[in-house]
């Protein structure tokens, strides 16, 4: 094979990482969608990295660019132009094949619509991305996310027979259990009453401080981005500000005046 295609394609189990690496981070980030005037831009020319260990929460009117961002820099889609990086990997120089491997090995996904197999018991659902890699379950660690998430006891059931809470918390026990470098997370508790939001965003909030794991999250909710380390805040595919250790009362009066500021 060419060394090209070799590149192209990626053995990401090979790739070396530096410790002040950032998790994932993205160059001069533009997505356009359409041609000529019914063109729109959704990224216009975002930087950011998104360092390893840490909770970011991605918030914004609709319409504002915070899903494609999140999935442009997962390889669900691709940038218009600019480059994404998860590690030292970049997306950008990759064919289909190649970010089908990164986002397999080295990325976790949380969606608001859970996307499991109703077919498949919550184990089997858990275990699905594992079983697909071909990869060993680290049975330890695999305990230890099932227990935090209180799925022991439904862990022979199938989606139908659980409750929407306890499937989302099957969802983000597959995010997790193959020790993704990053998970994404998009509006997860869309779905979800107010106690189960609570129950996951403690577990992600869990996640970051006790074993390092890195989340980016996308949400219209100022409560679940104060479980966050940082809030980003965008506005016609731009990014226009950002607030640390938020509180559900800072972000709300970060949200008031990025809106009376608007044209």
Same mark, same amino acid.
């Given at each position: #094979?060419?060394?090209?295609?070799?590149?192209?394609?990626?053995? %990401?189990?090979?790739?070396?990482?530096?410790?002040? @690496?950032?998790?994932?981070? $993205?160059e001069d980030a533009v997505k356009v969608y359409g041609v000529g005037d019914a063109a729109v831009r959704a990224l216009d020319g975002i930087s950011?990295?998104?360092?390893?260990?840490?909770?970011?929460?991605? #918030?914004? /009117?609709?319409?504002?660019?915070?899903?494609? *961002?999140?999935?442009? #820099?997962?390889? !669900?889609?691709? *940038?218009?132009?600019?480059?994404?990086?998860?590690? %030292?990997?970049? +997306?950008?120089? +990759?064919?289909?094949?190649?970010?089908?491997?990164?986002?397999?090995?080295? %990325?976790?996904?949380?969606?608001?619509?859970?996307?499991? !197999? /109703?077919? !498949?018991?919550a184990l089997e659902n858990i275990r699905l991305p !594992?079983?697909?890699?071909?990869?060993?379950?680290d049975q330890a660690w695999l305990d230890q996310v099932v227990g935090a998430l209180q799925l022991a006891d439904r862990l022979t059931h199938r989606p139908g027979e +659980?409750?929407?809470? @306890?499937? @989302?918390? %099957?969802?983000?026990?597959r995010a997790f259990v193959a020790h993704p470098a $990053?998970?994404?997370?998009?509006? /997860?508790?869309? @779905?979800l009453d107010s106690h189960s939001s609570a129950e996951l965003l403690g577990f992600m909030r869990h996640v970051v401080d006790?074993?390092?794991?890195?989340?980016v999250m996308v949400t219209h909710d100022s409560n679940a981005a104060s479980y966050a380390d940082e809030v980003l805040f965008l506005a016609d595919g731009r990014l226009v500000d950002e607030l640390a250790s938020p509180t559900p009362t800072s972000i709300l009066d970060r949200m008031k005046t990025l809106a009376g500021a608007a044209p």
């Open positions: #094979m060419a060394s090209g295609n070799a590149r192209e394609e990626h053995d %990401v189990g090979t790739t070396e990482s530096s410790a002040d @690496q950032p998790a994932a981070r $993205i950011r990295a998104f360092p390893a260990g840490r909770f970011t929460a991605i #918030m914004g /009117p609709s319409g504002s660019g915070k899903s494609t *961002l999140m999935h442009c #820099m997962a390889g !669900l889609d691709r *940038l218009t132009s600019g480059s994404a990086w998860i590690g %030292v990997i970049d +997306l950008t120089t +990759l064919n289909e094949k190649g970010v089908t491997n990164v986002r397999r090995d080295k %990325v976790g996904f949380i969606f608001q619509s859970f996307n499991l !197999l /109703p077919t !498949l018991t !594992l079983d697909i890699a071909g990869r060993k379950v +659980l409750s929407g809470g @306890q499937q @989302q918390r %099957v969802a983000a026990a $990053i998970v994404f997370a998009d509006e /997860p508790t869309g @779905q006790e074993f390092g794991q890195t989340i």
